[in-house]
Nanobody, 127 residues
Framework: QLQLVESGGGSVQPGGSLRLSCAAS????????IGWFRQAPGKGREGVSC????????NYADSVKGRFTISRDNAKNTVYLQMNSLKPEDTAVYYC????????????????????WGQGTQVTVSS
């Protein structure tokens, strides 16, 4: 089965940067997209960004557009999320997950369309 492991979280000041990694192992070809989600304390899981496993097409939530960049390294079976200009409201546990639906559906970033969630990595943005 597909196994996903997130890493790269930490604590930074507002305006800082972090790069998250999502390493995949197992049946890595059996999905159409990888997405990044986040969950802040007391809130639901929110889609952040996703990338097609084949075309490389990407999608971003309005709240992170222009600040975050998703990318992939197929040779390493890894998806990255470069986060710049971080704000306190970006504080959350960040998860990656795989979507088996068409990319057109996956770009909506509804958590129910994704599976094989990792354990998450904590991102804290505070002064």
């Amino acid at each position: 089965q597909l196994q996903l492991v997130e890493s790269g979280g930490g604590s930074v000041q507002p305006g800082g940067s972090l790069r998250l990694s999502c390493a995949a192992s197992g049946f890595t070809l059996d999905f159409d997209a990888i997405g990044w989600f986040r969950q802040a304390p007391g809130k639901g899981r929110e889609g952040v960004s996703c990338i097609s496993s084949t075309s490389g097409s990407t999608n971003y939530a309005d709240s992170v557009k222009g600040r975050f960049t998703i990318s992939r390294d197929n040779a390493k079976n890894t998806v990255y999320l470069q986060m710049n200009s971080l704000k306190p409201e970006d504080t959350a546990v960040y998860y990656c997950s795989a979507c088996g639906q068409s990319f057109r559906r996956c770009v909506s970033m509804y958590p129910a369309d994704f599976a094989s969630w990792g354990q998450g990595t904590q991102v804290t943005v505070s002064s």
